[in-house]
């Protein structure tokens, strides 16, 4: 049996040519295609990212793809030759690393661990765009076609949500001569294309049929015959049709409603962000939970009301304990535990006594933008910070002075800054893709940019003799680096499915640990680059960091 899901089905697409009728047939799907037993409708998912421009919310697509328990896939010469196509076709089958890795053979089959997932729809579409009437005369874009008026295509998809893999022909639905004219130009070509595109997926048909006279006859007969068989049971089909478009009504008068909450919670998350922005996280937190569901009113619970309540709470917690006007990025104690140092992105480093937690002296100010990052030397005199306006700084521990000139040559905000072991180097990690290195006493580069990485540098650590240097980023590797002459050691540690936040050497410096927004840590061995067990599982969101013990 096929699981409840968030998604009834996911339908894939190329958004070159095929995103009307991809509309079309999500609206049709949504209202009309739930199955009779049940009374409320199907959310049916539809992507319009363009991965090419973002691939950094594939994400968002697998995230779709595991809530789903049916696959639409329309196939066009387009569709077969997407590589994103081919990536959600192998996920689906069980590929959890698809498109993670450059370079990947995708048009490789994948074995199906998955038997129960195989209730897949597949639609063949012409090389052209589709477009007719309600007689199949030629009219309306495909997408804009009200498909509830066509007897056929209900017809036809009347399995949608069955537990067996289906094939459906568009062609065969809308006879027009304009459509076999296209097909004679390059059927074969075509239905190669589509043919290899579906290899990996169980359960379609011999794909020779599809353009065939016979075929199309074939299903004109089986149309016929269940015609018949409708007039005898036209009776329980009436009243059956009773019911279910009271049922229908009744759903959409639902969906409806629950539009105009989203809207409505969608509208009042967007004035607790901009509160929240002025510093009046009392009322943002007031809006945000106007926004959300409670004893009194029930309501769709949406993610941006849920996160500007957190995000208000967090601000309004900080403001109060800790002083800073905006959200507090970072925090780290002295080496000898007397005194704490906050960053913030209201642009302030503060000092505090950890004992009593009351603030040292006057806030450090010298950045233009938030702060992301603060840590203290190893020998707790001086501080670094590293922030939104590209540049890093030197802090005096004991006078809050700032030392000397900026560290500048980031071209991107600097997200991550650390001392060596020895406390004569820095290194920072930026947006730009790059870590650097600098000479504390000189404040002045050293050698050229840590280049390898195709995404943010989020984070980047010495190892404990100071010789080595672990950078983690968005593209979902952690790089090790010579810290002497700034080389790359070996391949990067490839594992991860989404973006990497930090990673850390342990004490001994033999293995290093990441933490990465596809949920999981990871542990490593340093010296040979290969992960040691199985991830840590666990957590229900992205992990920010991870630390060894002492």
Same mark, same amino acid.
């Given at each position: ?382 501080? +670094? !910070?590293?922030?939104?306006?590209? @540049? *890093?700084?030197? %802090? #005096? $521990?004991? =006078?809050?002075? /700032?030392?000397? &000139? ?14 060596s072991p020895d406390g004569t180097r820095i290194v920072t990690a930026s947006q730009d893709k790059t870590a650097r290195l600098w000479d504390v006493a000189s404040g002045q580069a050293i ?22 240097? +672990? !950078?983690?980023?968005?593209?979902? @590797? *952690?790089?090790? %680096? #010579? $810290?002497? =002459?700034?080389? /790359?050691?070996? &391949? ?59």
């Amino acid at each position: 049996m096929i699981p409840t899901a968030r998604y009834g089905a996911f339908i894939s697409y190329s958004h070159a040519g095929s995103g009307e009728v991809a509309r079309g047939l999500q609206k049709w799907l949504q209202t009309y295609a739930k199955p009779w037993w049940r009374w409320r409708a199907v959310n049916v998912f539809r992507d319009e990212t363009d991965l090419t421009a973002a691939p950094t919310l594939w994400s968002r697509i697998t995230d779709a793809l595991d809530e789903s328990s049916h696959f639409i896939l329309l196939a066009s010469p387009n569709a077969a030759q997407s590589k994103w196509i081919k990536r959600e076709i192998r996920y689906w089958l069980g590929d959890r690393n698809a498109g993670a890795l450059e370079g990947q053979d995708l048009d490789t089959p994948v074995p199906n661990p998955h038997p129960e997932r195989i209730a897949t729809l597949l639609i063949a579409l012409t090389a052209g765009d589709i477009s007719w009437d309600e007689e199949g005369q030629g009219g309306a874009r495909a997408g804009d076609f009200d498909w509830s008026k066509t007897n056929a295509l209900p017809r036809a998809l009347s399995g949608v949500f069955s537990e067996e893999p289906q094939w459906v022909d568009l062609r065969t639905i809308v006879q027009r001569e304009e459509l076999r004219t296209s097909l004679s130009r390059s059927n074969s070509e075509f239905m190669q294309a589509v043919a290899q595109l579906a290899a990996p997926i169980r359960g379609i048909p011999d794909f020779s049929r599809l353009v065939s006279e016979d075929y199309r006859q074939h299903q004109r007969t089986i149309r016929t015959a269940w015609a018949a068989a409708a007039v005898l049971a036209l009776v329980t089909v009436a009243a059956i049709w009773q019911w279910r478009e009271a049922s229908r009504q009744r759903d959409q008068a639902q969906a409806h409603l629950r539009e105009a909450q989203v809207a409505q919670s969608q509208f009042l998350a967007d004035r607790a962000g901009v509160k929240d922005q002025t510093g009046d996280a009392g009322t943002a937190i007031l809006l945000a939970l106007e926004g959300l569901p409670s004893a009194e009113v029930e309501r769709p619970d949406v993610p941006e009301a849920d996160s500007q309540l957190e995000s208000g709470s967090r601000d309004l917690r900080e403001r109060l304990d800790l002083g800073h006007d905006g959200g507090v990025s970072s925090a780290a104690f002295s080496p000898d535990g007397k005194r704490i140092v906050s960053a913030s992105l209201d642009k302030t480093v503060r000092l505090w006594d950890a004992a009593t937690g009351r603030l040292i002296g006057d806030p450090l100010r010298g950045h233009e933008e938030g702060v992301e990052a603060v840590t203290f030397s190893p020998d707790g005199r001086l501080i +670094v !910070t590293a922030s939104d306006d590209r @540049t *890093a700084r030197l %802090w #005096d $521990a004991t =006078t809050g002075k /700032p030392i000397g &000139e900026p560290l500048r040559g980031h071209e991107d905000a600097v997200l991550s800054a650390a001392f060596s072991p020895d406390g004569t180097r820095i290194v920072t990690a930026s947006q730009d893709k790059t870590a650097r290195l600098w000479d504390v006493a000189s404040g002045q580069a050293i050698g050229e940019p840590l280049r390898g990485h195709t995404d943010f540098v989020g984070s980047a650590a010495f190892s404990p003799n100071g010789k080595r240097i +672990v !950078t983690a980023s968005d593209d979902r @590797t *952690a790089r090790l %680096w #010579d $810290a002497a =002459t700034g080389e /790359p050691i070996g &391949e990067p540690l490839r594992g991860h499915i989404d973006a990497v936040f930090s990673a850390a050497f342990s004490p001994d410096g033999k293995r290093i640990v990441t933490a990465s927004n596809d949920r999981t840590a990871r542990l490593w061995d340093a010296a040979t680059g290969q992960q040691i067990g199985a991830p840590l599982s666990g957590h229900e969101d992205g992990l920010v960091t991870a630390a060894f013990s002492p």
